[in-house]
């Protein structure tokens, strides 16, 4: 069974540092790996999504990376602002029939 | 707008009540699925319907039923429900199910049972 673990829960940052949000997961067949950003009380938005065969997928001021081997992923945010507060959840796309499977998140506070 | 449209945003409603979630799409997509988000857990996914047939159904409490008309309408009926029940619903597509291109999710529907 895929287990996806996001650690930690929370973090909190001074505005302007660059972050490194980690993803681990437990079975590496995977199809692909999405990370999303929800605010409070709000759906989530999607931020990238990287398949399986690539490495790494870049957005503005974000990058996400897959190591599918080591079964981990990362979210590096550059030059983080405080609109860059949010929950942000990793979720793994497993099986036949798209089986999604979320980690619980890391809630980012960022100080102005 | 993500391109997938939930309502209603709120919805206060009493264990004897019966009511509906809708969830609308516009992208064209094959898949349509329920999600569950409770305070302090993952996502669960409730329910999936691939072309209109829904194709699994996870546990769920036969107080959920689930109604996809056409592809680009998803219902969740709601009857005689637990305070318990409360919750985050988010309706989320995608191209097919097994294409593995991504996901896209509703805003939710955010449900107090009193």
């Known amino acids: 069974k895929q287990e996806v673990t996001q650690i930690p829960a929370a973090l909190s940052v001074p505005e302007g540092e660059n972050l490194v949000l980690n993803c681990s997961f437990t079975?590496?067949?995977?199809?692909?790996l999405q990370w999303f950003r929800q605010d409070p009380g709000k759906g989530l938005t999607s931020l990238l999504l990287?398949?399986?065969?690539?490495r790494e997928q870049t957005s503005g001021r974000l990058n996400a990376s897959l190591d599918k081997s080591s079964g981990r992923s990362t979210l590096y945010i550059a030059a983080s602002q405080p609109g860059d507060s949010a929950t942000y959840l990793c979720?793994?796309?497993?099986?036949?029939?798209?089986?999604?499977?979320f980690g619980k998140g890391i809630t980012l506070s960022v100080r102005p | 707008e993500t391109g997938v449209t939930q309502t209603p945003r709120h919805l206060v409603m009493g264990m004897t009540n019966k009511k509906s979630l809708k969830c609308e799409q516009h992208?064209?997509?094959?898949?349509m699925y329920w999600y569950k988000q409770s305070a302090k857990k993952p996502l669960e996914l409730m329910f999936v319907?691939?072309?209109?047939?829904?194709?699994e159904n996870n546990s769920v409490p036969s107080r959920f039923s689930p109604e996809c008309p056409n592809s680009s309408h998803l219902f969740l009926h709601l009857h005689t429900l637990q305070p318990e029940d409360s919750a985050l619903y988010l309706c989320?597509?995608?191209?097919?199910?097994?294409?593995?291109?991504?996901?896209?999710f509703g805003s939710g529907t955010r449900l107090t049972v009193v």
């Open positions: 079975d590496s067949a995977i199809y692909n």
């Open positions: 319907y691939s072309l209109e047939e829904r194709v």
């Open positions: 979720a793994v796309d497993t099986g036949a029939n798209s089986k999604l499977t």
């Open positions: 992208l064209g997509h094959n898949a």
């Open positions: 990287i398949q399986s065969s690539q």
């Open positions: 989320a597509s995608s191209q097919d199910r097994g294409a593995h291109y991504g996901y896209t």
